[in-house]
Structure formats: structure tokens, C-alpha cells
Nanobody, 123 residues
């Protein structure tokens, strides 16, 4: 059974960088041909896909967030991470990590999700 767990600070100040990690157990992030996505849900809004890192380390980002988003991985810890720079209050959301079967950010093709972590952007 694959399990994902997000971790990171729950409060970030405006203009700073939001950093979250997702630890995967029950499966390797380097297993062909899986990919691993970050998704967020602002209060009262729908899910927004942010970006993905594939089994081979290649990355792809949502065009709307590409300039501020970076996804990386630590294969020794079986973790992948999200960095979102220059955050604003509108970046307040529940952030999720998920396994992406197609590597294209299609939410219906995510089969395992983390429980989500609330991140608030406020001074």
C-alpha cells in the first residue's frame, strides 16, 4: 500500500518561499513509469495542479505557476519536495501530494494522495 505524507511549516510570511516535502512509503519514487504531483486547494475553491516530477527526475509545471515553482526529489529519503517562491496571501491553501499515473497533472489519474497540509500565508 502506497502512502504519502506532506510535511512543512503551516505559516509562511508574504514574499518568502513556501517549502513542503512529501514522504512516500510502500513504493519507490523512481519506479517506472510513475510520477508524483503537487496539488493545492485554496479555501472555497477547486483543486489546482501545480507540477509533477517523474520517476526519472524530469519535471513539468503548471504554466500559471511555473515562474515561482520548483519540484525536486531526494531518492535516498524517497521524498519529493515543493518550493513556491514569493508567496502572497492568495497562496493560502491545503497542499497535497499525490501519485500521478499519467504524469500529466490530470486529477482523475491520481491514485494515491497524502492527507494534505494547511499552509497559510500571512504576516
Amino acid at each position: 500500500q502506497v502512502q504519502l505524507q506532506e510535511s512543512g511549516p503551516g505559516l509562511v510570511k508574504p514574499s518568502q518561499t513556501l517549502s513542503l516535502s512529501c514522504t512516500v512509503t510502500g513504493g519507490s519514487i523512481t519506479t517506472k513509469y510513475y510520477a508524483w504531483s503537487w496539488i493545492r486547494q485554496p479555501p472555497g475553491k477547486g483543486l489546482e495542479w501545480m507540477g509533477v516530477i517523474a520517476y526519472d527526475g524530469s519535471t513539468y509545471y503548471s504554466p500559471s505557476l511555473k515562474s515561482r515553482t520548483s519540484i525536486s526529489r531526494d531518492t535516498s529519503k524517497n521524498q519529493f519536495s515543493l518550493q513556491l517562491s514569493s508567496v502572497i496571501p492568495e497562496d493560502t491553501a491545503v497542499y497535497y501530494c499525490a501519485r500521478d499515473l499519467a504524469g500529466k497533472g490530470v486529477v482523475t489519474l491520481f491514485d494515491y494522495w497524502g492527507q494534505g497540509t494547511q499552509v497559510t500565508v500571512s504576516s
